[in-house]
Each structure stands twice: as C-alpha cells, then as structure tokens.
C-alpha cells in the first residue's frame, strides 16, 4: 500500500471541525441558522473594481503573468505602502500571489525549518500553525489573554526568545480577538527584537482596514525602522476590499526573503490570476473613500453585540479595536448543566449547545489556541446581529449550576 508523506502528520486536526459538521447536518434538514463563523465581509466588491476585472477580460489579459505580479500591480501596492504605512520599498522587494494565506506560508518556509522556533502569540489564526507544523518548525505559543488585551508585551517576547528563535508572527487587527497594537507597542518589541538580529519578523496586515477610533493603525515595519531589512509585511484585497474569492494577497520586505518566496512560488503555484491582479491595481490605485464607511459599519454592529451580550453577566468580553470579531470568555458557564442534561465543559460544548438547541453559530476558542472563548463575527447584518446575541445571552442564562 502506498504512503502518503509522513510530514503530513504534523497537521493536526481541527479542533472546530465538530461545530462546522453540526451545522451541516442542520442545514441539511432544513433549518435556518444564525450564523456568526463567516470570516469574509459580507460587502458585495465595489463596482468599480469589478468592472476593472470584466475590463482585463475584454483587453485578452488572459495570460501567465510574470510569478511576483504584474509591473502594474507591483506598482500599485509600492505606492499602497507608501501611502498608508509611510514604506518605500522597490519593486524587487515586493511580491504578489494567490491571496496572503498561500504568501503567509511560503514565507515561512522560506526562513524556518525542522530544528527552528516560531514565536505566535496566542490567540491566534489556526493556520499560522498549520503554517508553522508543515515547514517542521516548532511553534512557541505565547499565551496573551483578556486582562493584556490579547497582545503579547515586551517581557513575554523577551522571555520567549531563544537562541532557535527564527521567527516572531504577529497579527495586528488579529482574527481572532480584533486586538489592534498601538504604534507605541509594537515600537517596544522592535526594541527587544533589536538585542536578537537573527530573528525575523513576518507581519499579518490582513485586517489592517479595519479598525476602530480611536484606534489607529500602526505595522512594525514602519515604528522600528531598524527591523526593515529583517521584517515581510504581508497584506492583501480579501478583508479591507470584500475580494475573498479574487484571491490576491501581497508581501513586501527585504529582497532576500522576497527571492526565497518568488523561488518557491516559480516551481509550484506561478503567478496569481491576471484578472484578479488587474482589480486588485483599480482597488489599491482606486477612490479609498468607502473603506472608512465599512470600518463605522462594522464598529457599529460591534457596538451593538457588545450590547446585548452584556445583558448576561456570564460572558466576559473586551471591545475588540479592529477586524470583524468579538472573542468573549465563557468560563463562568464552564461545569454548569444546559436543559437537556448537556454538561458544559469547554467553550466547544457551549459552541455545540448553541446550535443545537438556539441554532447560532459561533466559533469555539479551541480553534485559536485559547479556551474558554469563542468567536463571534460580526461580518453580517444587524438583523442577525440582533438576533443571534440575543440567542447567546438566552443560552447562557438557561444554564444551571450542577447541584
Ligand atoms: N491572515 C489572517 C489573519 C486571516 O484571518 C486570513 C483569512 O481568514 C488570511 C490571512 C488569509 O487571507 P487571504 O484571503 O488573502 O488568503
């Protein structure tokens, strides 16, 4: 019989598969759900941007394109960095593909293997350890919870750094809990990482669009100049620009890294869609005006679920800064008996009771690599909003303590 490759083993499984397996199979009978696991906007893509990928169509650009991107889109994201983060980088150091998620994971292959360490603090996005177990590193999982406001501080990073540190992660709006780092912050790291110049800093933007006032916006690359040559800031279309299914992700950084990467991806994936690449340069080059608009959309509906959760007193949460997350604590439900003799234990058997008896579905923290809390989206409309929270608050208060 023959063998699939042992590495594959390092994948584990997922920890929030029954949840999506529960919620199948009560689709399948019919029922409607609310819910609240979407992780892409529910914003249809600007008009503009469409017709800018219908154009491509129409001008034949329906060929390979060059591995990192067209001249045009790389030029395009140059002046994004330029314009948002105040980076100039040139055209050899940046580097497009088929959405971050393929980039995220080359990127880190690139630069770290069997016998490496990988910084992630948690909670954290369950494939940036996929990522990690598939390029055979091993994940140092520093653990941030609500009273740091899920950020890791500079003693925690110190505390982690080891002479087998190749890599710290960080993820700022983060999914899952929407923490958002003040310039000042991450200045601090930069200054920790300053003492340990063999280590790289690979920086998820992905949500950087999304964030709330007074909140503002700040990546690494930017408040530790001395960490340019040795940090790849990775962003892309899917979140900010309602273009999940476009698939164009973006990366720029020291030209080294960038060469690693474009090297992988010329032997294996080869350039991304020319069509999406030619909406992407309209949506980066384009009128910017309606990314704001989302952001108070979405800084609205999270005022509004933080509402009506707070009717219990059993969810503990924090007002998430950025993303389209809301990631409360269950643990005071933990050992507590749901009507049907259903017994509490993690946040994956609330997130279980939840759809079976309210139909709502959340995220359990299991999945992130931090319980008891689970993930709310609020990538959907108020109506549901309004409704499913209220589910939330109901299954929470119907449980009882175990006598
Ligand atoms: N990074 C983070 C933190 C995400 O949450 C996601 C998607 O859920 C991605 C990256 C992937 O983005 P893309 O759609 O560009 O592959």
Sequence with gaps: MPQLNSALGRLKPSAISDVFDRAAKLRAEGLELLDFSVGEPDF?????????GIQAINNGETRY???????ELKQAIAAKFRRDNGLDFSLDQIVAASGAKPLLAVAIQAVAGPGDEVILPTPCWTSHVGMIDLCGAETRFVECNIDSGFRITPTQLRNALTPKTRLLLLCSPSNPTGAVYSAEELADLGKVLADFPNVWVLSDDLYEHIV?????????????????DRTLTVNGVSKSYAMTGWRIG???GP???????????????????????????EALNGPQDFLAEWSATYQHRRDLAISILARTPLLEMKAPEGAFYIFPNCAKLL?????????????SDFCAYLIDQYNVVTVP???????PYFRISIATSEEIIKAGCQRIVDAANDLRSEN
């Design 44 to 52: 249809d893509t600007p008009d503009a941007i469409c017709q800018a």
């Design 65 to 71: 394109t060059a591995v990192d991107g067209t001249t």
């Design 212 to 228: 709330f006032a007074p909140n503002i916006f700040a990546t690494i690359a930017e408040v530790s100049p001395e960490l340019r």
């Design 250 to 252: 973006y990366a720029a």
């Design 255 to 281: 030209t080294q890294w960038v060469n690693a990467i474009r090297k992988v991806f010329s032997q294996s994936n080869g350039g991304p869609c020319s069509i999406s690449q030619a909406a992407s340069v």
């Design 335 to 347: 050992g507590k008996v749901a009507p049907n003799g259903q017994k509490i234990r993690t946040s």
């Design 365 to 371: 923290g299991a999945g992130f690599y931090c319980d």
